[in-house]
Each structure stands twice: as C-alpha cells, then as structure tokens.
C-alpha cells in the first residue's frame, strides 16, 4: 500500500508545456488512492482542460476566486478551506513565473492564494527551458522557497521544447510520486521500528467440534496494526481466529488459534521487536485434556477440568529488555486499581483500560472508551471514539515514548 494512500493532495498547475503530464499524475495519484483536488492558473488551461482533470480527479477544478457562471449569485472557491483541506500540495508543473511569485508572495491567482495560506508540506516540481532553469534569479527562488520548508522535486535532463537538450524538464509523473512517496515514508515518526501487536480470541478445543472462546472480533488489534503500519512501522500482527482483514505489505499476518499458539508465535519475534501491544483477549484457562473424538450428550451434567494457560503479558514483562510494552484490561469492577495491579505484576509501560460499564466499549463495537494509565500511575481517561481513532491515539503514546 502506497503511503499516498488516503492523502489529500491539492495539486498545482501553472501555465507551461509539461501540464499536460498532469493528467498521467492525477491518474497516478488516484490510483495510489490519494484524493485529489486540482488548482489551475488561468494559462495553463490553454495546455490541458479542467474537464480532463476533473474526469480523472473526481472532483471540480478550481482556477478563480468565484465561478463565473454564478458571479451573481456570491459563490467563491474558498483559498482558506482549501488550504486546510490538503495533507501535501504540489505545484508542477511550476514555472519560472509561477516559482517567482511563490518566492516573492506575489498573490494575483487563486493558486497562489492557497499557497500562501497552505499549513500542509508543499512540493514543486520546476519545468522550464535550460538557461532559465540555470539563470541566477531562478536559482535564488529555488534557494527562497527551500528556505521557507517547500521542498523542490529536482527537473530532468531530457529534450526541452525549444529543442535544446538539458536540465529543466519537469520530472515524469512516475517519478514524481516516487520522490513523494520516498520523502513520506522518511519522515513517518515509526519509520525502522519494529511493532508486535497481539489481536482476536483464542480458543481452546474441549473436543474436535467444540472450544473455549470470548466475543473478541479482533477489530481494535487490526486498527492499531493498520496505524502502525501507516506511521513507518515493520508489525507483526499475530492473531486469533477473526474475520478481519488488513492489506498493508509492512503488516506480517500470524494467525494462531490457541493461547498457546499465540504464545509460541510471540516469543518467536518479542525479543527483536522495539515495541509490544497486546490487544488480544487471550483466555485464561483450556480444557486439562482434549477430547480425541466429539463428546456425545450422554449426562445431565458434565464437568471440564481447566487449567492456566501460559500468560503471553507476564511473560513479555519478565523477558522485556528496551522494548516499550503495552497491556489491554478489560474490566467489570475496581477497574483502576486492577489496571495499576496488573501494571506492577507484568511490568508494563502503559495500560489501556477498557471498562464494560461504559456504553459503546468492549467487545464487537466499532467504537471504544479508554482511560490510560501509565507506570507512574498518572490517569488519562479518553471520550468514547471509533476504534480507529483510538489506535490512533496509542500509537501517539508510542510515538512519545520515542522522541519526548
């Protein structure tokens, strides 16, 4: 999965020849699965349409202030809104005049007033012919804008319009989304960090039809997996039996079915990895012995003799070296003063407590109320929110962990 994936991107066209590669861009964007929103200058759509641009991005294109076929009417393309709409912008191709002004904060256009309110990280991709490329004054924009945090997606030597051969050449599409994608994945905060991340039930086999399970789907580990993976993170996402799914090619699926399963599949990889979260409802007790064929419905009553499973959080606690560990309680009672205890007895960094008294937590939900509690005790209750966005929050305390 491409880090684009899920980006809003404005994307930037100024009036030169190489705008018509925006339209193998735009295509190149959505199908890394980044939303696209297209800004042109009025010149550039005497090289490339914004019906075509439109087709291809799935939105409108935006080149004034209003739309004029409703000037009467007050209707404007807001410079603001688009601006905090973007995760990135790019400007390409970005010209020699278009550079000047972006340098200069010469605002006459409507791309260059989302420009200068844009908060999100802006790339621009010069194209113009060689000696303007090479000329003091567009070397000096280049300086500027690198100066002001832009960052300038290097043109290409090739065959120019005016039929010289050099550098300035606005770099091909392909290459593009390679520098973005390259830049991106760079600067992820878990980038070189290793996850384990445990998810789902266990189930413990009474007899080859039935088991020992819980209600876990599996859902918030997954979450926690995908954010993970999205940050820069290598996880290993050990997990019971589930009907969720993840496509992310950072993410390594273990299924596993019982404790011991899981166990085994952990301690295979805890001792390598930077980071341990153990999501997973992983039952306490299995049947002592297993039955070889299906136990008939022969008495009234019938008895199972359990014993401990291998406790997978323990274990981690006991074997930890640097690796910040992370603990799930789920509870019905004195849920702080279990979540301390169970702190202190498996040796963890940071306890996510969920608790069955609050409405929209627990298990089978696509939404959660956490509070965090920490080794030094210190309380942190959350609002109720989706289990993505949860995820979202635990890998912040990951992420602080690192670099706080």
Sequence with gaps: MSV????????GISGGIAAYKTASLVRLFIKAGAHVQVIMTPASKDFITPLTLSTLSKNPVHSTFYNQEEENNGTWNNHVELALWADLMLIAPATANTL????????DNLLMAVYLSAKCPVYFAPAMDLDMYKHPTTIANFSALTQFGNTMIPAENGELASGLSGEGRMAEPENIIAFL????????PLKGKKILITAGPTYEA????????NHSSGKMGFDIALSAANLGASVILVSGPTNCKIHNSLVQVIPVVSAQEMYDACH???ADVDVAIAAAAVADYKPKNVAAQKIKKAADEFTI????????LASFGANKKNQFLIGFALETENEIENAKLKIQKKNLDLIVLNSLQDKGAGFGKDTNKITFIDKSFHIEPMELKSKEAVADDILNKVIAFFYE
């Design 4 to 11: 684009l994936n899920g980006k809003k991107i404005l994307l």
């Design 305 to 312: 003799e359990l014993e401990r499973t291998k406790d997978i």
């Design 206 to 213: 009474i007899d080859p039809v039935r088991f020992i399970g």
């Design 268 to 270: 295979e990889h805890y």
């Design 100 to 107: 000047s002004k972006m340098a200069n904060g010469t605002c």
């Design 181 to 188: 994608e390259a830049d991106l994945e760079s600067k992820l």
